[in-house]
């Protein structure tokens, strides 16, 4: 192992010292040790390592390299919706009038960005045939979990007792866990032969305690519900609402809305539709619009304009859930998604959902012949396959996804939907040029012939990486938590 690639401990060496602190001219009355309690003072110097600045350099710059993202390689993970981030939205977010205010500065001293919020609320809403729009929640299951609080909230101010959420079992694991988390319970119903919505199993599960119906669309099958209109139909007959999980609307912008399709709570992503940093345990934004009657329950505050031309923040009313976040959102997060939509506007994010479609089939129509696809027909941004063809070489979608490594590519989703067998998902998002895909897809055509003539090579993958195959299931039960070096 190279010096640079080494463990920042292994390296170090008594005696180095990347900078060297001139002596300490503080008074020894005035000094730390006689202002900070002796029992509070460290004993014996903290066992840093030591290390000269190039090192330093060195280690991190090399740490920095091992990383993977979009701004270095194709990132294909299904349901992710792993795009590339504008630098323009970087640029933008990082405007002094953006990134150096305070959210408790008087009013009258931030408009700008009050303006911002407001317009972007208004953007949102009219994106996703919403009447209004909260920007608090700090991620999309954050999103689910308040939209799901106000559907609550909405059915106990109708006398109501309704605690049964309604979930496909090709939905998002967050749904029913979000669910769980507003204490609502979940009732799971399967998809048809044609992967949609089992109507019948629905209407089976519909009933006076039925609180919602959480639904992709299109799903993480890549399929978009042809039967949505009866599907609310059925749930709001039977005095339930519709929920919308916004993970895969990166298909549909300016082509068609959830509200137009009978939905009365969404949530967006900003992540994964308007291209802001994703992932990395990082900042997020999950905003969440209703329709009318939802309003009053929105967390507040929301920026409402005044009749002067003057932007307020104005606290919830007597229904509001009440804030389900600090300050009024992640603002910088929200300034880049703003920057987005503007730099496109209405045509450019039509085009956006309709290349994302495009790429999607045209990576489907190739790759089906050499996997199964056990929806073979149109997918809408992203589709799956099954690697279940591959078993009988004892090679599985895992191997598959280990290979993938040895060339550079991330892999794409796996085992997920659960109602696949061997299932990879795949999502080439917009961003990727022809070339890329081509490289993509051919490779994982040559990953299928090592796979039928020399199934070691792929059963011992990945072969170039920093680290082999890890036991995963060691792993998960003894993970190795801390540096035992020294």
């Known amino acids: 192992m190279k010096p ?108 700008g960005a009050l303006e911002l919020m407001h317009t972007l609320q208004s953007d949102l809403a009219a994106l996703t045939g919403m009447d209004a729009v909260s920007l608090q929640p700090a991620a999309g299951a954050h999103g689910e979990w308040t939209g799901l609080m106000m559907i609550r909230a909405y059915h106990e ?51 006076s305690d039925t609180a919602a119906l959480m639904l992709t669309n299109p799903s993480t099958l890549g399929l978009f519900e042809t039967q949505i209109v009866e599907i609310a139909r059925i749930v709001h007959e039977a005095g339930g609402l519709l929920y919308y999980d916004g993970a895969n609307s990166n298909a549909i912008m300016g ?107 045209y990576m489907l129509h190739r790759l089906a012949p050499h996997f199964e696809a056990p929806y073979p027909g149109i997918c809408k941004h992203e589709f799956v396959l099954s690697g279940k063809n591959l078993k009988p070489y004892g090679v599985r979608t895992l191997d598959v996804a280990k290979r993938l490594l040895d060339f550079g590519y991330h892999p794409p989703t796996v085992y997920f939907p659960l109602n696949v067998e061997e299932c990879i998902m795949i999502e080439p998002t917009e961003t990727e040029s022809k070339e890329t895909l081509d490289g993509f897809i051919e490779t994982m055509i040559r990953i299928v012939q090592e796979a039928k003539d020399t199934p070691e090579i792929v059963l011992n993958a990945p072969h170039t990486t920093e ?3 890890l036991d995963e299931t060691q792993a998960a039960r003894r993970p190795v938590l801390n540096c035992s070096c020294g």
């Open 157 to 207: 101010s109708c006398g109501e007792v309704r605690t049964k959420v309604i979930v496909p079992d090709s939905s998002h694991g967050t749904n029913p866990a979000s669910a769980s988390a507003a204490g609502l319970t979940t009732v799971t119903i399967p998809s048809n032969e044609q992967g949609m919505v089992d109507l019948e199993a629905l209407k089976n599960a519909v009933g």
């Open 4 to 111: 640079e690639q080494s463990l920042i401990f292994e390296i170090s060496r008594p005696g180095r010292a990347a900078y060297s602190l001139p002596e300490c001219d503080v008074p020894a009355e005035d000094s730390l040790d006689a202002l900070i309690p002796a029992e509070l003072l460290r004993k014996q110097p903290a066992a840093l390592p030591e290390v000269s600045e190039v090192d330093v350099i060195r280690h991190f710059t090399a740490l920095s390299r091992r990383n993977f993202g979009v701004d270095n390689g194709f990132y294909p993970l299904g349901s992710c919706t792993m795009k590339y981030n504008p630098k323009i939205n970087e640029d933008v977010a990082r405007f002094p009038g953006f990134a150096k205010i305070h959210p408790y500065q008087p009013e009258e001293s931030i408009q």
């Open 467 to 469: 680290i082999s195959r």
């Open 255 to 361: 082509i068609t809305r959830p509200g137009d399709m009978g939905f009365d709570v969404v949530h967006l992503n900003l992540h994964k539709t308007m291209s802001t940093p994703h992932g990395g345990g990082g900042p997020g934004a999950g905003p969440v619009g209703v329709k009318a009657k939802l309003a009053p329950f929105l967390p507040g505050p929301t920026v409402v304009k005044s009749e002067d031309g003057s932007f307020t923040l104005q606290a919830g009313g007597p229904q509001s859930i009440g804030r389900v976040k600090a300050y009024y959102g992640n603002f910088g997060i929200l300034v880049r998604a703003y920057t987005y939509i503007r730099t496109y506007g209405p045509d450019g994010l039509r085009e956006v959902s309709e290349n994302a479609v495009l790429n999607a089939n």
